[in-house]
């Protein structure tokens, strides 16, 4: 299975929007190493036969999909409602038409009443041409395991101390974003992973995202041959953490590839 890194930034991306001459506040990010240069976070999925699941559509979602050179998505993937998670859904409209029909997307049925709401014209029947989204609502619960595109995605939930969010798992590839606290349940879907991308924003606590200490303490429990940071801020320099980073832990950067085994 290959997967895509689409964007491994924060809600704000980065750099953030400002700076003393308005082009960009990097924090400490250094401008120069094109790595720190992060997008919304999002990942693709694809299986041997090219099927393909996108994980969360941000606001960079367009110049994602082009930039990664995507020609097909065949279902997608919520793990919450967040607006750098969601705000980038009208671009679907497009794979819609390479796809030529409506894609299944699936979500807790929280998240679905929320983006049905903001996007309830995505949710209408199809119509020709697809000048709009076409989205077939598929709700999900942690604990499933839910066939998407030919591939067996494991839920489960994880906690983002404002709201539940979803952590997936194929095979022996994990994805947790957006998480403080990862309930027992969680470890326990995660078992035997032996690549896991989590969610790590900075290096001191967050009160709604972990940071490198928590993140190395959680891979210290489920031992996975690759820890890859993703949904970072604009404190975690590429440098710096190339450098400082506990054993074990990478950073992601936007286009990152992994091959994974399922």
Sequence with gaps: ??????????????????????RG?????????????????????QGSDGATILVDTGPDLRAQL?????????????THAHADHIMGLDEVRQLNRIMGRALPIYATQDTLNT??????YAFRPETQGFFRPALLARPVEPGQVVDMAG????????????METLGLRVGGFGYSTDVVTMPDAGF???????????????????????????????????RPNRTVLTH??????????????????????DGMVLEVQR
């Design 115 to 120: 983006v049905t709401h903001r996007f309830d």
């Design 66 to 78: 082009l930039t990664a050179g995507v020609r097909r998505v065949d279902a997608i993937l919520l």
């Design 1 to 22: 299975m290959k997967v895509t890194v689409l964007g491994c930034g924060g809600s704000g991306g980065v750099p953030l929007i400002g700076g003393e001459d308005g």
């Design 232 to 253: 970072m801020g604009p404190d975690l320099d590429w440098g710096w953490m190339r450098t400082w980073l506990p054993a074990g832990l990478e950073p992601a950067h």
């Design 188 to 222: 326990a879907a995660l078992e035997g992973v032996r690549t896991w991308m989590v969610g790590c924003f900075q290096r001191r606590p967050h009160p709604v995202h972990a940071d490198v200490a928590t993140v190395e303490r959680w891979a210290r429990r489920l």
């Design 25 to 45: 506040d990097w924090g400490a990010c250094d401008p120069a190493t094109v790595q720190n240069r992060r997008t919304r976070s999002s990942i693709l999925l």
């Design 151 to 162: 591939l067996p995605v494991r839920i489960f939930s994880q906690d983002h101390r404002v």
